[in-house]
Structures are given as C-alpha cells and as structure tokens.
C-alpha cells in the first residue's frame, strides 16, 4: 500500500470517530431533555391540583356569601309581611295625628295608645281571669275621667266616659256587632248605654292586672280605661287629679 492509500484510511478513521462522536453527543443531549421533562411533569401536576383546590375554595365562599344574603333578605322579607297582623299599629300615620289633635286639652287624656297593647296580646303571659266591670265600677271609670261630665275631644261629642276614635274602633266590633247605634262613633259615644258596651268591650279585650296586686279589679279598669294597654302593662300610675277621683268614687261605691 502507498502512502496515499494509508493517508486516506486514516482520515476516513477520524471522519467516523468524529462523526461516532457527534452521534453519542447528541443521544446524551436527548436523553437529558427528557430525564428533565419527566421530572417536570409531577411538579406540574402539583400545581394544577393546587389550583384547583383554590378555586373549590372559591366557590364554596361565594355560595357560603350568596346563601347568608339569601336568608337576610328572607327574613326582612317574612318580617314585613306580618306587619298586618299586628292590629292597630297598622293604621296611617295621618289618622292618628288628626285623632291626637282632636284631644280635648280641657279634660283629662285618655291614653290612645292601643297598639302597642294590642301587639302585646299575642304575647303568652300568665293573665289571671278578667271581669268585666260591674254597676259601681263603671259610674267611677266616668268619674275618673270626666268627673261624670259629658266631654268634647276636637269639637266632637266623646261621652262622660271620653271614648276617643280610636277606643271605639278596638271596642265596637264586640260591643255590640249588629247594633247601628253601636256602629257609629259620634252617636254612641254620648250616650250612656251605648258607652258603656264600649267600656265592657274594651276591659274584657284588653283587662289586665295593671297594678301588680295578683288581681284584677275596678283599679285597674280605670287605669286600663285612662292609660291604655300599654300604659297598665308597665304599671303607668294615673295622674293626681283622676286618682283623688277614683277614690273619692271608691269610697263611696264601697269598692276595694
């Protein structure tokens, strides 16, 4: 073999081995990338399961948000829809203003606070049995609120028991239901027998023991007549002049 044989062999040698070499270099240079591929894989997979526990997170707030706002709304909701229920707190406001400008200064005021009274009806309490008020009790209920003297309230005839609007409107309906008289305010409340089926109607609807003595009396139809129901719940004692009256009548009633 010559020279330029041998010289040819052997670059075609180190053609091979480089190119052996580049080969080997480019299979480790895959290898690796997919040695770090897979290793990335798991680490992704952590994330995404990371997410998406954020989001069930999420999701469960704005429904725990939606629901407490839901049961808000559900209760202003209930609450005022039994406003109606609650008797005479439902009437206007301008009614009660004309009927509290039509108070006789002169006299002494009779409590048109029914409402409240009637409000606290639905409330179960202990309530021992009440009485009507007898024959000598209802002289000393006039007595104690006019000193038996038919009284004006606004310009308008309102009887010796001084029985306002409003007084009538919770009485009349078991007054006397089928009675005309009954019916109409300005013609029942001056006379006698008339008002006093108001009277009756009334203690027997709203009686309570306004004094706290365990028992229900002509006392606390007075107090009932002139403070209301509101006023003999809370024990609201009577103004000077109409409790000298009360008793001067109780004495002479020989009522306890």
Known sequence: MDRTSSSSVAELGEGDGAAGGA??????????????????????????IRSCS???????TVAAIVTALLLILGAIYMHLKQRPHLGRLHITRKEKEKELVAVDTESLPVSLDVAAG???????????SVLEPSGDCLPCIAVAATDNHPAMCGGRPCGIYRISWLYWMDAQGTSDPDSALT??????????SCAEGLVRSYVKRF??????DGLIGCRDHVMLHLNGPT??????PLAALAERRMNKCFTQKNIQ
Not at 23 to 39: D, R, V
Not at 183 to 192: G, I, N, S
């Open 23 to 48: 080969k080997a270099t480019g299979t480790a240079h895959q290898e690796y990338a997919e040695a770090l591929s897979l290793s990335s894989q798991p680490r992704k997979r952590r994330w995404n």
């Open 54 to 60: 954020w989001s069930t997170l999420d999701l469960l």
């Open 118 to 128: 009637v409000a606290a009806q639905s409330i179960t309490t202990f309530r021992p």
């Open 183 to 192: 019916q109409d305010y300005e013609e029942c409340v001056p006379v006698a």
């Open 207 to 212: 009686g309570y023991d306004c004094d706290g």
């Open 231 to 236: 006023g003999c719940r809370m024990g609201k």
